[in-house]
C-alpha cells in the first residue's frame, strides 16, 4: 500500500513557502481559509515578533512548524482519501495532490468516476459493480479499486473475481505487484485522474477570472507524472 511520506514531500514542494497572494498563506496553508491551523500562532512569532528580519526562512527552517504542517496534511488530506489503503504509491500522491488543491471529496469523486468509466474497458462484461460517485473514501470505493488493480494485473475473470472475499484480494494484490498488468492500472487511473485534475482547474478559472493567472501552474501541476 501507499506510505504518507514520498506523497507529503511532493505536495509540499509543488505548494512551496511563504506567499500573501490571494491571501497570507504557509507552505498552503491558506490563512483565511484555515485560521484554526495550531501553526499560526507560531508562524506569527516568527512574522511580527523580534525574528521577523529573518522571516520566512527562519520559520520555513523550523522543526515544529515542519511537524506542525505534516500533520495538518495528514489529518486533512491524506486520511480522507484513504491513502494508507491506495494500492498505488503514484495514484496515492495524485489523489491527495488533488485533494490539497481541489478538496478531498473533489478527489475521491473524480476516482469513482474514473473506476466507472474504465469499468468495461478490457472485458466484454462489467467487471465490478459501478460505485457511487459520492465524493467519500468508503468501504465500495476501496474495495473496487483494489479489484480494478487485481483484475488488470492478474486476468481474473470478473465473475471469479466478484466470488473472492476482500482479504484474499488483498493477498493475491501482493503476488501481483510487479507485473505489466498492475502497471497497467496504475497509468489508466493516474491518467483519469490527469485529466479530471486538469478540467477542474480550467472550469475553475473559466468561472473565476481572478483565478485564471493561476491556471497555467495548475495545468503544469496537474499534467505532470
Excluded at 520555513?60 to 480522507?80: M, N, P
Excluded at 478540467?199 to 468561472?207: M, N
Amino acid at each position: 500500500m501507499a506510505e504518507y511520506g514520498p506523497a507529503i514531500d511532493r505536495v509540499l514542494k509543488a505548494e512551496g513557502g511563504w506567499t500573501e497572494d490571494p491571501a497570507p498563506t504557509f507552505r498552503g496553508i491558506d490563512r483565511e481559509q484555515r485560521p484554526d491551523w495550531e501553526g499560526w500562532l507560531r508562524v506569527d512569532v516568527f512574522r511580527r515578533g523580534v525574528l521577523k528580519k529573518g522571516f520566512p526562512e527562519n520559520a520555513l527552517a523550523d522543526e515544529e512548524l515542519a511537524s506542525s504542517v505534516r500533520l495538518f496534511y495528514k489529518r486533512e488530506y491524506w486520511d480522507s482519501i484513504g491513502g494508507d489503503d491506495v494500492p498505488s504509491q503514484a495514484l496515492a500522491e495524485r489523489l491527495v495532490d488533488f485533494g490539497v488543491t481541489s478538496g478531498s471529496a473533489d478527489a475521491v469523486r473524480a476516482l469513482q468516476r474514473a473506476l466507472n468509466a474504465l469499468n468495461a474497458a478490457k472485458f466484454p462484461e462489467d467487471k465490478w459493480p459501478n460505485v457511487a460517485v459520492d465524493g467519500v473514501w468508503g468501504r465500495q470505493t476501496r474495495s473496487t479499486l483494489r479489484r480494478a488493480f487485481l483484475l488488470h494485473a492478474s486476468g481474473m475473470a470478473p465473475r471469479d473475481l466478484a466470488r473472492t472475499s476482500d482479504e484474499a484480494v488483498l493477498r493475491l494484490l501482493e503476488t501481483f505487484r510487479d507485473s505489466d498488468g498492475y502497471r497497467e492500472a496504475e497509468d489508466l487511473l493516474c491518467l483519469a485522474m490527469r485529466a479530471k485534475q486538469a478540467a477542474h482547474y480550467l472550469s475553475a478559472a473559466e468561472r473565476v477570472p481572478n483565478l485564471r493567472k493561476f491556471a497555467r501552474g495548475w495545468l503544469v501541476r496537474a499534467m505532470r507524472g
